[in-house]
């Protein structure tokens, strides 16, 4: 196949209606792609904070300053506050948000898992001795018995019911 000026004219005049194509599609879809780009971005936040404190947490499974500020909880509150007081040019505002959703996501997961997990405890404790302590949970309880540690490294062994 030899290249002519007309094959690279019809080259030239296909490409720029692939552009034309891209310009309208994007114009037409904005609020979709930031919203895509915004669920990323937030999922992603929260998945990399999840990551850094399992493997860099400690027995507490929270990186913190001081052993009493989560990292992720104060990334995320300075991301927002940096967005809200106008720190950011506005077209990256809603990145910081999202960012900063994410980052306080992680917390909120992590402290609301705590919080399920001693509900389960004192949920088990009162079902009597037999799911406590390590011992087999009744099958009867249905399902598969989870055992949980605290921080303290006492384990549990909580029956889930049906």
Do not use: W
Not at 10 to 21: L, N, P, Q, S
Not at 64 to 71: A, T, Y
Not at 74 to 98: I, K, W
Request: charge should be neutral; hydrophobic fraction near 40%; proline fraction near 4%.
């Amino acid at each position: 196949m030899s290249f002519t000026t007309a094959t690279l004219a019809e080259a030239r005049t296909y490409a720029e209606r692939a552009r034309a194509k891209m310009r309208e599609f994007r114009t037409e879809n904005s609020k979709k792609i930031a919203a895509g780009v915004a669920a990323v971005e937030t999922t992603g936040t929260a998945y990399a904070f999840g990551f850094l404190n399992g493997r860099f947490g400690g027995e507490h499974g929270e990186m913190s300053i001081g052993g009493v500020v989560p990292v992720d909880l104060l990334a995320g509150t300075a991301l927002h506050a940096l967005a809200f007081f106008n720190g950011l040019d506005d077209d990256q505002a809603p990145h910081a948000h999202s960012i900063g959703t994410g980052a306080m996501a992680s917390c909120a997961y992590r402290y609301g898992h705590r919080l399920g997990e001693t509900m389960a405890i004192n949920a088990g404790a009162k079902t009597g001795s037999s799911t406590l302590g390590g011992a087999p949970s009744n099958a009867q309880l249905g399902g598969a018995p989870r055992v949980f540690a605290t921080p303290a490294g006492q384990q549990y062994t909580v029956a889930q019911h049906p």
